[in-house]
């Protein structure tokens, strides 16, 4: 199947999200890389506020490159999403209900996907430059000593992705009649 999602995400349409459909998402999404995930673990261990609200909310695993003239963004791909598993737990915990990036999640993420009914997406990685054309609207919001690990606040048309782990723990990386579907 093929959906246009808005974001930040209802809990309704993730719900009836399958793994291997395609999905094209407008609306606010936010950047989080390692040491902005690693900022936020210590800012809850803190009893502190998140920069922002995370329920309903997609994080995507990128640091973009410097933006060209007239660009609101650089390249914008995917980093691998593993580096950040040992904070996403809490995340969906909180509320969040989608992360894109590319690549395999552990077994304790996968868990916290199917027990918040959240999703995982990926992009291809490599088609940073294509990728970032879908971004309209680029802002730091917070962690700005991090550089291109700081928290981004993106505004999205149509960015497209695949559901790779649907709310009901299906993956496509471990299912190969997923992969063979049309």
Known sequence: MEYRLNAPLEKNMVEKL?????????????????AAHKRMD???DGNEPLPFDIRGQVIYYMGPS?????????????????????????????????????????PEVHEAIVRNKAVYFAAIGGAGALLSRCIKKSEVIAYDDLGTEAIR???????PCIVVIDP??????????VMASP
């Open 153 to 159: 606040k993106l505004t999205v048309e149509d960015l």
């Open 66 to 106: 410097p933006a060209r003239p007239g660009r609101p963004i650089g390249s914008a791909g995917p980093t691998t999403a593993s580096r950040m598993d040992k904070y996403t737990p809490r995340l969906l915990d909180l509320g969040l209900l989608g992360m894109l990036g590319k690549g395999k999640r552990s």
């Open 42 to 44: 210590e800012a809850l």
């Open 18 to 34: 399958k793994a291997g459909d395609k999905v094209f998402i407008s609306g606010t999404i936010y950047t989080a890389r390692d």
């Open 168 to 177: 009901e723990g299906n993956d496509i990386y471990e299912s190969s009649s």
